[in-house]
Structure formats: structure tokens, C-alpha cells
């Protein structure tokens, strides 16, 4: 799949996020979506793993560094906020910032999210561009916290 993306809408600003090739972790059942988002990603120099539940996550997080996770909230075993509260509780996963994709965006599932403090929570289904527009306000984001 080609990306339809357009790189060149990026702000100068902003390049260096997409430029140091993030390592980012999909957790996502669906093999469509999660090849849709691989396919995404990869084609703007993003090094993607993917993985289909909570348990993979977690083998791939003590395997590589990851720079961010995109996480589905209806999963096997585990559901996506079960997964992210664990991350939170681990001083090693606590600090990768994670996006949520979900089909299920309802009010009920974006105040939990948010409680939580997951503050990047993209509905399904969405635009390559959607996706882009929140991993780089995710990563900006990010960057701020840090300096902090």
C-alpha cells in the first residue's frame, strides 16, 4: 500500500520526530487494521513490530526499545487499558507514551482513557492523515513531558 501521506505537510519543526525512526509497538488483533497501520508507518520511516495481544507486547517490550505504542482497546486475554495499566505500574514501560485506535470510542471508553491518563485516543475508523496528525501530537507531546 502506498502512502497517500504527505510528508511535506509536516512543519520543519516537527521533522526530527519523524526522522529519527521511532521503534513503535502495534498491539492489534484485527490483521487488517494492523497491516493498514504497518503499512502506514513503514512508509514513513517508522521501524514497526506488530503484535496481536498483551502477552506479545510485553515479549517485544523486553526484547527492543520502543519509542511509542499504539494500542486497541478490544483485544484477546487482556483488553487495552488492562495492557497500558500494567506499562504504568512497570518503572522500565511507564514512560512510553501510548496512543489509543478504537472502535469502540464511546464517552464511557474516552473518560476511562482518560482517567488513566492515556490523553491520545484515535477512533477507528480513521484517515492516514488522522493517524499521522496524532502519532506526531503524541510525539511532540512526549517531548515536552520529558523536558519537563
Known amino acids: ?55 506479545m507486547a510485553f515479549e517485544k517490550l523486553n526484547e527492543k526499545k520502543i519509542d511509542f505504542i499504539i494500542l486497541d482497546i478490544l483485544l484477546p486475554e487482556q483488553d487495552g487499558f488492562q495492557i497500558y495499566s500494567k506499562l504504568q505500574e512497570n518503572p522500565e514501560t511507564k514512560d512510553i507514551p501510548v496512543m489509543i485506535v478504537s472502535a469502540w470510542a464511546d464517552e464511557r471508553n474516552i473518560e476511562k482513557a482518560s482517567k488513566l491518563g492515556i490523553q491520545h485516543f484515535l477512533p477507528k475508523p480513521f484517515t492516514e492523515d488522522e493517524l499521522m496528525y496524532t502519532i506526531l501530537t503524541l510525539l511532540i507531546d512526549n517531548s515536552h513531558k520529558s523536558k519537563s
Request: proline share 4%; glycine share 6%.
Open 1 to 55: 500500500m502506498a502512502s497517500q501521506f504527505n510528508l511535506a505537510l509536516i512543519p520543519k519543526r516537527a521533522q526530527k520526530y519523524f526522522e529519527a525512526n521511532p521503534n513503535v509497538l502495534v498491539v492489534e488483533d484485527d490483521k487488517i487494521m494492523g497491516q493498514m497501520v504497518t503499512d502506514i508507518l513503514d512508509d514513513v520511516g517508522f521501524e514497526v513490530t506488530r503484535v496481536l495481544n498483551g502477552k
